[in-house]
Structures are given as C-alpha cells and as structure tokens.
C-alpha cells in the first residue's frame, strides 16, 4: 500500500504525519511541489512484458506528461531480486542527492521508497504499482529500492544527462531506515 510520512529531519523515530490515503498524499507532496498520481493500464501488463506493451498500456498517461512536461525520451526499466548487480544498484542512490531535472517515475511493478529531504522536513514516499512520483529538479532526496528490488518502472528524460546524480555528502539518509520491501507502516 502506497505510504507518506512526513518527519522532522532531526527525528526519523516520530513521524508528523502518516497516511496512506492517496488524496492525501497528493496533496501533502503537492505543497512542495511535488506531484504524486495514480495510474491504471489500458490493458493488464506484468513484469516480463516487452516495454513496449508496457508502455501501450499508459500510452495516454505517457503522452499526457510528454507533452505537459517536454521530456525527449520515456524508457521502461525492470529490477529482480536476482539481478546480480542489485547491491550495487540500490546503493548507487541511497545517499542524498538531487537532479538537474525533474525525476519522474510510475511503477508498474513492485516498490520502491522515495525520501525528499525539503524545508526542514524528510517526506517518506512509499511508491507501489499504480504511482507516478515526479520530484522537482533540485530537490534533494534519496531513493531505495530495499535489498532484493522487484519493480518495474516508466522513467522520463528531458536530458541524456539529467538524472545524474549530484550528491550533498550529508548523512541525513543514513539516519533514517531503510526501506525492506513488504515492510509495515
């Protein structure tokens, strides 16, 4: 179940706020900027499927955002429990960091826990199947995939090179938990 908690970043153990009320946490993320959506496929689609019929499945959705937003390039990726390079993967982007635009992901598949670290505040985003996340460019956050990733995701580009990661060298991601897939609110 899709998740927000809303913490002081000095008290990752209190949450201010926890909903898993999709409405309300649209419009939480919406008060910094960030918007938070709900899918639903055209078709049924399942992890294994070509990305191109994963993205037939969400084409208006996709084509709604392109247009809206000018990305140049939509891809599909798709991480198992498996996949031999999942240490490597997770921890490429578990320190905080931010982008030169914006960072857009649906899931399709699977999970995944956005932390956006903004105005004193650390925004907890546990994103399921169904969920559209796009994170200003800017914002300073992490993102885990927890130790044995499942998920497939539709990614959004503006630029080859702007989902790059710039990295603050703060510890603030270090201090909060990790996310464990399947894991209780």
Known sequence: MSRLRIFDHDAPDAPLLATADHTAIAAELGKIGVAFEQWEAAQPVKPGDPPEAIMAAYRTDIDRLVEANGFRSVDVVSIAPDNPS????????????????????????????????????????????????????????????????????????????????????????????????????
């Not at 925004?123 to 914002?139: F, K, N, Q, R, S």
């Open 86 to 185: 999942r240490e490597a993967m997770r921890a490429k982007f578990l320190d905080e960091h931010a982008h030169k635009e914006d960072e857009v992901r649906f899931f399709v598949a699977g999970s995944g826990l956005f932390s956006l670290h903004v105005g004193g505040k650390v925004y907890e985003v546990l994103c399921e199947a169904g969920d559209l996340i796009a994170v200003p460019d800017g914002t300073t956050h992490w993102f885990d995939m927890g130790p044995e990733p499942s998920f497939v995701a539709i990614r959004f580009f503006t630029e080859p090179d702007g989902w790059v990661g710039h990295f603050t060298g703060s510890d603030i991601a270090q201090r909060f938990p990790r996310y464990e897939a399947g894991q209780a609110g």
